[in-house]
């Protein structure tokens, strides 16, 4: 049996806040007195509740009256002033792609940018390499360019003959 009057009381809610009805950590929780102590209220629990802590600065030391005015005004839909976020933030871990699928990825950039070139495709190998240098803003190392020309090649997307390129898109 929880033997402290605040967690005596939060058992007694169910594990509740007393007014807005959201579950309430032990860590988040207060002591309401119902008349404040200020006003001779009793530490008892029948003139205590457990609640957001945040409610109870709300309260503070109003009287019963003003209490059951705020609480009113809600209408039903008592909502505590904001708790910390509820929702844990999600975890930011992205995912970066493997060596493999990054060089895939890479190889289908390039085959839809050289598709929508068109006619205006690269005539020359050395034009080709500053082309797709080019899509990734010039920051591929000179090996990852090889390796992206290669891919090209073996996937039959051209076709090298001396300088001359050819394409099959
Ligand atoms: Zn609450």
Avoid: W
Avoid at 19 to 43: N, R, T, W
Wanted: charge should be positive; glycine fraction near 8%.
């Amino acid at each position: 049996m929880p033997t402290k009057p605040l967690e005596r009381l939060i058992f007694a809610q169910g594990g509740l806040c007393f007014f807005c009805d959201e579950p309430l950590p032990i860590g988040e929780a207060s002591v309401e007195h119902l008349v404040a102590s200020a006003k001779g209220g009793d530490s008892n629990l029948e003139n205590c509740v457990a609640c957001c802590k945040t409610v109870n600065t709300l309260l503070g030391s109003m009287s019963l009256k003003q209490k059951f005015q705020v609480v009113l005004n809600q209408r039903g839909e008592f909502k505590c002033p904001a708790r910390k976020a509820k929702v844990p933030a999600p975890k930011t871990s992205v995912k970066l792609p493997t060596v493999a699928q990054a060089k895939s990825e890479r190889l289908k950039l390039v085959v839809d940018k050289l598709r929508e070139r068109g006619d205006l495709r690269p005539k020359k190998l050395t034009s080709l390499r500053n082309f797709i240098a080019t899509q990734f803003g010039n920051k591929l190392t000179d090996k990852e360019l090889d390796a992206l020309l290669n891919g090209l090649q073996s996937a039959g997307t051209i076709a090298i003959d001396g300088t001359k390129l050819t394409y099959d898109l």
